[in-house]
């Protein structure tokens, strides 16, 4: 399994980025999907995750209504799109994958597959 992400880059508050995940080696209607980020000195947190099965969706309640999580299957891509931006959303972001849903999103050592982190910047 290989996650690819990309889209990361510098937005003002209220603006808008889209990041991407490009998934190789698994099917993302059969696993689990989301993205984390992480600051410089804290943990990683969860921002969103969709289940593979049943598109359900949960989102960090700091996101609720800004970011939104989908997935295009044929193409094995997901996706983030951030809308009104603010600054404490400056981290950076890793999309991730794993088989299992629930419980298992509710910290990044449960997590099986990991992208490389794409950075986010937004500037007041």
């Known amino acids: 399994v290989q996650l690819q992400a990309s889209g990361g880059g510098s937005a003002q508050t209220g603006g808008s980025l889209r990041l991407s995940c490009a998934a190789s080696?698994?099917?993302?209607?059969?696993?689990?999907i989301g993205w984390f980020r992480q600051v410089s000195g804290k943990e990683r947190e969860g921002v969103s995750c969709m289940s593979g099965s049943d598109d359900g969706t949960h989102y960090l309640e700091s996101v609720k209504g800004r970011f939104t999580i989908s997935r295009d299957v044929d193409n094995s891509v997901f996706y983030l799109q951030m809308n009104s931006l603010k600054p404490e959303d400056t981290a950076v972001y890793f999309c991730a994958a794993d088989p299992l849903y629930g419980s298992t999103w509710y910290s990044s050592g449960g997590i099986d597959y990991w992208g490389k982190g794409t950075q986010v910047t937004v500037s007041s």
């Open positions: 080696g698994l099917r993302l209607d059969q696993y689990s």
